[in-house]
Structures are given as structure tokens and as C-alpha cells.
């Protein structure tokens, strides 16, 4: 029995704790690890760190990204209250109906809405971007190699152009981005952001906080889940030890 514990410590220690060395899609670059809080199986979110990601989401990225997976209400599970979240989303407009007329009307957002995205369909998003479609970016973290130390890379990976490089009309050099060539700018900087609760607004922390945010949009049941299974591990743990206590009993006579 106390074999098997260390082994399933010893699987438990790979999947959660031991770091993993990831690369960029494009490079062999070694990306920005990061110690983020919610990784590991004990990991949890930082509310704060949530917020303000949210507030850098609300300010900057969403100007061109919708994170159209997420309702309002849902903001509810990164600390705000209910109504600070009616608040939130009556400062947006949404397209409703039909009425007793038949007709589309206007109305101020709800907390049951899902977030309204930047534009009205695909082709005006292309429009906008030099025919570049800016991703949503729900699941983004889930969805890239790297997940938010990718993420996070990528957004503090903008260079100039090396000498010698072939650089397309529009495009910006970015280190971790496949082919190194990328539609979006360098969107964050010192002090883009004011930050409500004080904290210094560097490059860093904005892209640190933004990145938790995306994170936590793309499994916002995570602590849930991680608090469900470790109980069930340790329910598992509890079961085998009495099992083999009952064993031993029943079969302590037998030669």
C-alpha cells in the first residue's frame, strides 16, 4: 500500500507540480514561464489580479476581441457584486426583438447577456484590421500551445524587424507569433491602464493581468473542479487504506 501512495504522489507531482518546458509554435524560443497562481492542483485564481485583467480587457482589448462565451452575470465568479455587474452591462447596447410590431429595437445590456463583441459581423472585424480577423478570445488560453505563458509571451514578444527580413505590409515582428509576423500592434505599454486598486500599471503586470483574465474566461468552473478532485482523491485514498485494513483482517487466519 504505501507503494502505491508514493506512486500516485509521484503521478500527482508530474501532472500538476513539475514544470513543463514549453516552446513557441513558430521558434525554438523558450517562452516567459510564469508562477501563475492557478496552476497546480491546489491552484486558485487571484480575484484582484482578475479584476484588473478584466478592467485591461474592458479598456484596451476589447476594442477589437469579444470574449462572446462569457455572459455578465458570469463576472460574478471574479468577485463583483450584482450590482456592479447591472452596472456594467447597461453601459453597453443590445440589439433586441421583435417587438409587438415586428420590428428590432435597442435596448441597455443585462447581466444575462453575453458580452457584446466589436463589431457587427466577420467581414466589418476584417474591415477594420486590414483584412484580419481578430480572434475571440473566451477560450484563447486553452486553445494556443503554451496556454497563458504563451499568451503572455506573446504579448511582451514584439521586436523591430531583424535586419534582412522580409516583412509583409501591415504586419509587426513579434518573437513567439508563427512566422513571426503578426496583424496585431504592440497594444500595451507603462501606465496604459489606471488601475482602480493602486497597483503600478507596468507592461509587465498589464500583461500578467489580462492573461489571468483570459485564463479564468476560459475555465471560469477551475477551482471548482480542483476542489472536487481533490476531495475525490482523497476519498479514494480514504477507501483503499480501509479496504486493505479489511483484507488483512478477513485473510489474517489464512497461511
Known amino acids: 500500500m504505501p507503494n502505491n501512495l508514493l506512486r500516485l504522489a509521484f503521478i500527482l507531482h508530474i501532472i500538476f507540480i513539475t514544470p513543463t518546458k514549453l516552446f513557441s509554435a513558430s521558434t525554438d524560443i523558450e517562452l516567459m514561464q510564469q508562477k501563475w497562481p492557478f496552476n497546480g492542483i491546489f491552484g486558485r485564481f487571484d480575484e484582484s489580479s482578475l479584476q484588473r485583467g478584466f478592467q485591461v480587457y474592458r479598456e484596451v482589448c ?23 455587474i447591472k452596472v456594467i452591462a447597461a453601459d453597453y447596447e443590445v440589439m433586441d426583438g421583435p417587438d409587438d410590431n ?34 475571440d478570445l473566451s477560450l484563447i488560453v486553452k486553445a494556443r500551445a503554451g496556454g497563458a505563458d504563451y499568451i503572455y509571451s506573446l504579448l511582451n514578444g514584439y521586436k523591430e524587424f531583424p535586419d534582412n527580413f522580409e ?11 508563427p512566422g513571426n509576423q503578426i496583424a496585431m500592434p504592440s497594444i500595451l505599454m507603462d501606465d496604459i491602464v489606471e488601475y482602480s ?22 475555465e471560469p468552473e477551475l477551482e471548482e473542479r480542483k476542489s472536487l478532485g481533490v476531495k475525490t482523491l482523497f476519498f479514494l485514498i480514504l477507501i483503499t487504506i480501509m479496504l486493505l485494513g479489511v483484507k488483512r483482517k478477513v485473510w489474517k487466519d489464512v497461511e
Open 167 to 177: 516583412a509583409s505590409e501591415g504586419m509587426y515582428y513579434n518573437e513567439y507569433y
Open 197 to 218: 486598486d493602486g497597483t503600478e500599471a507596468t507592461q509587465s503586470q498589464i500583461a500578467k493581468d489580462v492573461t489571468s483574465f483570459l485564463a479564468w474566461t476560459a
Open 102 to 135: 415586428g420590428e428590432m429595437f435597442d435596448r441597455e445590456g443585462r447581466p444575462s447577456d453575453k458580452f457584446i463583441g466589436p463589431y457587427e459581423n466577420d467581414k466589418i472585424a476584417r474591415l477594420a484590421n486590414n483584412g484580419a480577423y481578430p480572434p
Open 62 to 84: 476589447s476594442a477589437c476581441h469579444g470574449i462572446r462565451h462569457v455572459s455578465y452575470r458570469d463576472l460574478k465568479g471574479i468577485g463583483y457584486s450584482n450590482d456592479e
